[in-house]
């Protein structure tokens, strides 16, 4: 079955981290482009992060540019993005999608909830 | 980079037909074919239905369409049907200091 299934979401305090994992099955991941994308609580989304297939390329939106990592494992078919420096406006909901060229997200996983909250 | 400007509601009869505007600027919107288009209903992942501006992937219904002239993409859904209410978000590549910038997002209600 074809699927992404992020974890390690939950409550940290601000200053804090957390490490969100995305689990891929069903498709080659190695083939893809892979991005992080969020969404705070009832407001739209926002694209976050993005890896090349092969892990060498990465881009950051400017408001976790020097705080968040991306990176992948192709051999465990995973991707993970570390949140250093957490604030309160990183609480979101945050998705991990393949990727296709383009801003073609054409599969998403279901989201992890991360608050930042003293 | 600021996001993309969507209208924050639209609405339509069953069977009519709406469209979301998107706007940007000639380093986004204006200056590639690449924007794609998500749907979202409540407390569910988003779902690619539109990419380089007018392509649908397989699975997703021929009522749904995009196009761009300019800085706006637009999306028309035609025959409208109440599952079609949700939200819906614009998403473009971007040279502006990012690589991707998504839309402001639109609610679209079926009357």
């Known amino acids: 079955q074809v699927q992404l299934v992020e974890s390690g979401g939950g409550l940290v305090k601000p200053g804090g981290s957390l490490r969100l994992s995305c689990a891929a099955s069903g498709f080659t991941f190695s083939d893809y482009y892979m991005s992080w994308i969020r969404q705070a609580p009832g407001k739209g989304l926002e694209w976050v992060s993005y890896?090349?297939?092969?892990?060498?390329?990465?881009y950051y939106a400017n408001s976790v540019k020097g705080r968040f990592t991306i990176s992948r494992d192709n051999a465990k078919t995973s991707l993970f993005l570390q949140m250093d420096s957490l604030r309160a406006d990183d609480t979101a909901v945050y998705y991990c999608?393949?990727?296709?060229?383009?801003?073609?997200?054409?599969?998403w996983g279901q989201g992890t909830l991360v608050t930042v909250s003293s | 980079q600021s996001a993309l400007t969507q209208p924050a509601s639209v609405s339509g009869s069953p069977g009519h037909s709406i469209t979301v505007s998107c706007t940007g600027t000639?380093?986004?919107?204006?200056?590639?074919?690449?924007v794609s288009w998500y749907q979202q209903h409540p407390g569910k992942a988003p779902k690619l239905m539109i990419y380089?501006?007018?392509n649908r992937p397989s699975g997703v219904s021929n009522r749904f369409s995009g196009s761009k002239s300019g800085n706006t993409a637009s999306l028309t859904i035609s025959g409208l049907q109440p599952e079609d209410e949700a939200d819906y978000y614009c998403c473009s590549y971007t040279t502006n200091s990012t690589l991707y910038v998504f839309g402001t997002g639109t609610k679209v209600t079926v009357l």
């Open positions: 890896i090349s297939s092969g892990g060498g390329t990465k």
């Open positions: 999608a393949r990727e296709r060229v383009g801003a073609r997200h054409d599969l």
């Open positions: 380089e501006v007018n």
């Open positions: 000639s380093t986004d919107v204006g200056g590639f074919n690449y």
